[in-house]
C-alpha cells in the first residue's frame, strides 16, 4: 500500500472535543415533554427547537426565523419535497466543515453524486462487510471484559465498536486512530465552536487528499479504495465530494451507530421481558432495532431551509427561514402510534414507517449498514453475555441529549 502522511493533531494538542458533547446536543433526559408540549400547538410552530429546549442556539444560522415541525405527516412532506424543503440549510453549519457533502446537496448534484456512492452501500455490499468487518471489531471488544461478569456497555463497547469498524474500512493506519477520531468529532463542533472545527476539517481534508492519491496509485479491497474506482455512466466521484464524504463518515455512520445501539441495550434491559423474547426468537432482532430507532432514535432533528416563501400545514413560511425537522416528535406522535412513549418490540407497524432515517431523496445512506452493525452487536451480546441484566449496584441509565441521544453509561452483569 502506498505511504499516507501522517495525520496532524490540533495545534492545541491538549483540546478535547468529546468534552463539547453536552452543548453542541444538549443534555435533556426527557426532551419529549417539551416536544409533546409544542406539538399540541400545532404540527408546525413558529420557533427554534434548541432555544426551546434551553441550550445554545446554532450560531452559524444568524438571525434568520427558524420554524420547528412537529406531526408525522408534516415532517413527511418536507422529507419529500426537497425542491420547496431544502437541504441548503446544511451549508451554514455542517457544510464549514465537511464541504461539498452530499447532505449539503440538492438536485441535480445530489441524485447525480449519491447514485455513484449508493453502489458501494448496496445491501449485498453491506452484507459482505458484516462477515469481514463487523464482526471482527465486535469479538475484539468483547473479548476485553467478557470474562469479568460485568460491564459498561457504553463505555467498554457500543462507544467504540462502531468507530472500530469505520477504522477497518478505510484501513487506517494504526498511528493515526486517535487523531482521527478527535477531528471528525470536532467538526460536529462548529455550531458553537467555529474555529476548532474549521481546523479539524483542514487538516482531514489534507489527511484524505493524501489517502485518496495513495489508494489510487495502490489500491485495495477497502471503502477509499472502492468509491475512488466507483462510476456510474462513465461518471467518478470528484475529489472535494470524495474528501467532504469521508470527512462526514465517522459521524454519519459511527457516531449514530453508536448513540442506536446504546438506545436499543438499553430499551431492552429495562424491559427484561423483551430482552428475554429476542433472546428465545431471534427474529425479533429486527423488530427490536426498528422500535428502538422509533423510541429514541439516535437523531432527534434535522435541518432544512425554505428556497421560497411556502405554505405547510397552514402556517405561512417566509423565504429564507430555517425549519427544525423533528423525527423524532413524528416518531412519538399519537396521530401515528399508540402510546408512543412505550417502547414495545411487539407494537404494530402496518402502514406507518419511523423516520428516524429520514426519508424521500435524503434518506440516510446508511441505514442498510447501521442495521447490519446494530444486529450483529446485539446478537453476539445474547451469543457471549448468558444472563444480561442490568446491575442494580451501578446507577441505572440515562438517556439523555435534545438534538441527539444516549446514555453515558449501561452497567450490566452476566453469566461467565
Request: glycine share 6%; proline share 6%.
Amino acid at each position: 500500500m502506498s505511504h499516507i502522511s501522517q495525520i496532524v493533531d490540533f495545534d492545541d494538542p491538549v483540546y478535547d472535543p468529546f468534552m463539547e458533547d453536552a452543548l453542541v446536543f444538549g443534555d435533556l433526559i426527557n426532551p419529549y415533554q417539551i416536544i409533546s408540549d409544542l406539538r399540541q400547538q400545532g404540527q408546525v410552530v413558529k420557533g427554534d427547537y434548541r432555544l426551546a429546549c434551553g441550550i445554545y442556539p446554532d450560531i452559524t444560522m444568524g438571525d434568520r426565523q427558524h420554524y420547528m415541525v412537529l406531526g408525522y405527516d408534516a415532517v413527511a412532506e418536507v422529507f419529500a419535497k426537497p425542491d420547496l424543503y431544502s437541504n441548503y440549510a446544511y451549508s451554514f453549519n455542517l457544510g464549514i466543515s465537511f464541504g461539498q457533502s452530499i447532505s449539503v446537496m440538492d438536485a441535480p448534484d445530489h441524485t447525480r453524486y449519491r447514485r455513484i456512492f449508493q453502489k458501494a452501500f448496496l445491501p449485498g455490499a453491506v452484507a459482505k462487510w458484516g462477515e469481514t468487518i463487523v464482526d471482527p471489531a465486535v469479538s475484539a471488544l468483547m473479548d476485553r471484559f467478557i470474562h469479568q461478569g460485568h460491564a459498561d456497555l457504553v463505555q467498554d463497547f457500543t462507544l467504540y465498536y462502531p468507530f472500530h469498524i469505520i477504522y477497518r474500512q478505510l484501513n487506517l493506519p494504526e498511528r493515526d486512530v486517535a487523531i482521527f477520531h478527535k477531528l471528525a468529532i470536532a467538526q460536529t463542533a462548529t455550531a458553537i465552536d467555529p474555529s476548532h472545527g474549521m481546523e479539524a476539517s483542514r487538516k482531514l481534508g489534507d489527511y484524505f487528499a493524501s489517502m485518496i492519491a495513495a489508494r489510487r496509485a495502490d489500491p485495495g479491497d477497502d471503502l477509499v479504495s472502492t468509491l475512488v474506482q466507483t462510476e456510474v455512466d462513465g461518471e467518478y466521484l470528484p475529489e472535494d465530494v470524495l474528501i467532504s464524504f469521508f470527512r462526514q463518515l465517522i459521524n454519519a455512520a459511527g457516531d449514530t451507530t453508536y448513540r442506536g445501539t446504546s438506545v436499543l441495550l438499553t430499551a431492552l434491559l429495562q424491559n427484561p421481558e423483551q430482552l428475554d423474547a429476542v433472546r428465545v426468537d431471534r427474529a425479533l432482532i429486527g423488530p427490536a432495532i426498528e422500535e428502538a430507532l422509533r423510541w429514541d432514535g439516535p437523531v432527534l432533528a434535522a435541518t432544512r431551509y425554505a428556497k421560497n416563501a411556502v405554505t405547510l400545514c397552514g402556517v405561512d413560511i417566509p423565504a429564507g427561514s430555517i425549519l427544525d425537522v423533528l423525527s423524532g416528535s413524528a416518531n412519538r406522535d399519537p396521530a401515528r402510534f399508540s402510546d408512543p412513549d412505550r417502547y414495545d418490540i411487539f407494537r404494530d407497524r402496518t402502514g406507518v414507517k419511523h423516520l428516524a432515517f429520514a426519508a424521500g431523496p435524503h434518506v440516510c445512506l446508511g441505514q442498510h449498514l447501521a442495521r447490519v452493525e446494530m444486529t450483529r452487536a446485539l446478537n453476539a451480546i445474547l451469543d457471549k453475555l448468558p444472563d444480561l441484566r442490568l446491575d442494580t449496584d451501578k446507577p441505572a441509565p440515562e438517556i439523555r441529549g435534545t438534538m441527539m441521544r444516549v446514555p453515558k453509561h449501561l452497567f450490566v452483569c452476566f453469566d461467565h
